[in-house]
């Protein structure tokens, strides 16, 4: 009898040992990952709004980001439902026809994320992708400051500190780019850094809003967080196609709505689109502390990137600022110390103001990835897709 009991202890330790030698495989490939997600969208959109010839139209990219995201998301519910239309069809009319107050909800946000979207192109097209890239860090402020304001939330000591290193860290390397301001517009006569810089400010703005209104609204919903993304994606192609219309719509009449699209441009839709999609998958394997250094580590890349493909010049006040705020959002994304946990951390907004949060639906998620094991994974409600 001991001896089997000892055989089953000995089987139970190498299955723990296994488990846990693939959590950490999982953990370094969320890692890479969130990584290539962060860096690649920015650097591919700035690529292919520096590129010579035909403009596409940054509205319509937005509405075709739209449309592939609730087709994936409504391919995904019906696989859930074992491919039966029946059964999908009457949970769409439930969830978003049914429940239409809880739908309404989403109208606002849906609203923020679409006008989000086209302010980062506007962002992008005009700011080096290194700037940008650090600059656009200040939606951690914003939805900080509008977490304690809104949520009543609390921050640790060490957080309001990373916030005040992370706003020095924006300033230095403003400062740096007002310096080279007057070479890069002789560079390039279509670029505007005031314009970019006023654009990614809004999108921040609008990130930390739209992420604690979430929040707000939804906690203790049911609904998945596919078809969360159907319901936001309805809105936001509506949303989309006014914005299109109010913007280019004389000149999509004109040359097409695919005008100037490229392989490069799928590209960018594609990975705006399925991009948020796949993080929101791995990031069940990614703890708070792996997300902020996944954050900084993507920084480093796009500056580095940035200096070969597009000649973008690193001085030491930009290194100093862009150092500044790397620690800062590795230190930000730290866990309260013992004596504050009692204090809900606003770490999930923060997550949230990138993406709609997952509220509740835990299963839906469960019939497609394997359970962690050993506290690698986050918790269901820290799930988000990146919008």
């Known amino acids: 009898m001991a001896v089997g009991n000892h055989s089953q202890a000995a089987e139970e330790k190498v299955a723990n040992r ?39 139209f940054t509205t319509s990219a937005v509405v075709m980001a739209e449309v592939l995201k609730v087709l994936t998301c409504l391919l995904i519910i019906l696989l859930q439902k074992r491919f039966s239309v029946k059964e999908t069809v009457v949970l769409l009319v439930d969830s978003i026809l049914v429940q239409y107050k809880d739908t309404l909800k989403l109208a606002v946000p849906s609203l923020i994320y679409t006008l989000q979207n086209n302010l980062q192109y506007v962002a992008i097209s005009n700011l080096p ?25 609390s921050l640790s000591k060490v957080q ?6 992370l706003f020095a860290g924006v300033a230095i390397v403003q400062v740096q780019q007002e310096g080279n301001k007057e070479a890069s517009v002789l560079n390039s006569s279509t670029q505007n850094y005031t314009v970019g810089l006023v654009a990614v400010v809004i999108s921040c703005l609008s990130s930390g809003f739209a992420g604690v209104y979430f929040e707000k609204i939804l906690k203790g919903s049911s609904a998945s967080v596919w078809m969360r993304n159907v ?16 913007n280019d719509g ?10 100037g699209y490229t392989g490069m441009v799928w590209c960018v839709i594609f990975n705006q689109a399925f991009g948020g999609l796949l993080v929101a998958v791995v990031v069940k394997y990614a703890d708070n502390i792996l997300k902020g250094f996944a954050t900084s580590f993507s920084i480093i890349v796009s500056t580095v990137t940035s200096i070969y493909l ?20 590795y230190m930000y994304s730290l866990p309260k110390a013992a004596g504050g946990s009692s204090s809900p951390s606003s770490s999930s907004s923060v997550a949230a103001s990138e993406a709609p949060p997952r509220t509740g639906g835990g299963e839906e998620m469960e019939a497609f990835l394997p359970k962690a094991q050993g506290g690698v994974a986050s918790p269901p409600s820290a799930v988000h897709i990146t919008y």
């Open 18 to 56: 296994s488990q846990s030698e693939v959590n950490r495989r999982l953990k370094y490939i969320s890692l890479a990952v969130l990584v290539v997600q962060n860096a690649s969208l920015i650097l591919s959109i700035r690529y292919v709004r520096t590129l010579p010839g035909d403009r596409f």
């Open 250 to 259: 004389a000149a999509i009449a004109e040359h097409g709505f695919l005008f």
């Open 160 to 165: 309001w500190v990373s916030l005040l290193l």
């Open 310 to 329: 597009f000649g973008f010049h690193v001085d030491l006040l930009f290194t100093a600022g862009a150092g500044l705020v790397i620690g800062a959002v």
């Open 129 to 153: 992708a290194a700037t940008f890239q650090v600059t656009y860090q200040l939606k951690i402020l914003t939805t900080a400051l509008f977490s304690v304001m809104m949520l009543r939330k």
């Open 231 to 246: 319901q936001l994606g309805i809105f936001g192609m509506v949303l989309g196609m006014l914005g299109l219309w109010w």
